[in-house]
């Protein structure tokens, strides 16, 4: 162990991935793991010179435990940068609409995350407290390996794989990639569904509300198929969009409350502030009742039963 252990985490050995982050008791969904400061940051332009500069600033034990974190990068990069380049987490937001984090970050401990395509922990970055928030996306058990989603998760099997093992030069086994027959098939095509389903919610382009909804409702369905909650909240968007949309303020009124519980769990309470003003009047959204009134429903109506969903 490289790093001192925590009463809830331990890093550890762990068969055919180098070291990884083991839990030492229970962590509810939405609970912090871990809670970390940078040992320092680097824009996204960098180099091995800005890498042993920021180290210079470090002590001497800092710089030891640096030189201890994994390179899967061998002879392509020197030595520090190939460090940073493996290791390095976003300080901000890298999310789909295109935005790229300015800053990335070393973690000691965080950087021992290893990566599952069914991730049980996800990190956001805290910029008013200047920290990297580790939470649980779902309740895990002690002695559970605690794993971080590296790369695209909304991809085919083969994507997945192909994705990280040149970027980080593993050949990814996880519970999603060891699957085989009927039942991977049902998963890629459960991703790549989620996945188009995801650039046309993040394009806007909702269509007629009714279907709109529905494939909200669809996505929940695979996103728990997959135990994927991480882009609960980016759904029930989609969901609350239609309804509010509609002048149906009941049924966004649900999906703003679910999308709430979704961006708590994954991003914190700072993020899913932006929920609070819908979950108690939907009404006050920008689009608001800028298509005809109808009514539709909510994420959890048996309408979507009765239809099959
Ligand atoms: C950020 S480090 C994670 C911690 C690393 N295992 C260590 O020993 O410090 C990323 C590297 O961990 C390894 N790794 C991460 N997830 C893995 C997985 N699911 N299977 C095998 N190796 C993995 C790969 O070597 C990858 O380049």
């Not at 520090?80 to 295109?98: K, Q, R, W, Y």
């Not at 991809?155 to 593993?170: I, M, N, P, V, Y």
């Not at 759904?235 to 609350?240: A, W």
């Amino acid at each position: 162990m490289t790093f001192p252990s925590t009463d809830d985490l331990y890093i550890t050995d762990v068969p055919g991935k180098g070291k990884g982050i083991i839990a030492l008791r229970y962590f509810q969904r939405g609970e912090t793991v871990l809670a970390e400061v940078p040992l320092f940051t680097q824009s996204i332009v960098r180099g091995n010179a800005s890498v042993l500069g920021a180290l210079a600033q470090c002590t001497p034990e800092q710089q030891q435990e640096f030189f201890r974190l994994h390179s899967c990068h061998g002879d392509r990069y020197a030595q520090a940068l190939g460090i940073f380049e493996t290791n390095v987490l976003p300080c901000g937001s890298n999310d789909a609409h295109g935005h790229v984090a300015q800053q990335g970050g070393i973690f000691l401990a965080g950087a021992r995350f290893n990566h599952s395509c069914v991730p049980n922990v996800n990190n956001h970055w805290d910029a008013a407290r200047g920290q990297l928030v580790f939470r649980a996306l779902r309740d895990i058990e002690a002695g559970e390996e605690l794993c971080l989603g590296y790369g695209r998760l909304l991809a085919k099997r083969g994507e997945r794989r192909a994705e990280l093992s040149a970027k980080f030069g593993f050949d990814c086994a996880c519970e999603a990639c060891s699957l085989e027959g009927k039942a991977l098939v049902a998963s890629d095509a459960r991703r790549e569904c989620l996945a188009m389903m995801y650039s046309a919610h993040l394009r806007g382009s909702y269509g007629d509300p009714f279907e709109g909804v529905g494939e909200a409702v669809l996505a929940l369905r695979f996103l728990r198929e997959e135990r994927l909650p991480v882009y609960e909240s980016s759904f029930c968007y989609s969901g609350f969009h239609c309804c509010a949309a509609v002048s149906d303020f009941t049924s966004a009124m649900s999906w703003a409350h679910r999308a709430f519980e979704a961006s708590r769990a994954a991003f914190g309470d700072d993020h899913a502030c932006y929920w609070k003003d819908f979950v108690a009047n939907p009404s006050s959204y920008s689009d608001a009742s800028s298509l005809g009134k109808r009514t539709l429903a909510g994420p959890d109506s048996s309408l979507w039963n009765v239809l099959g969903f």
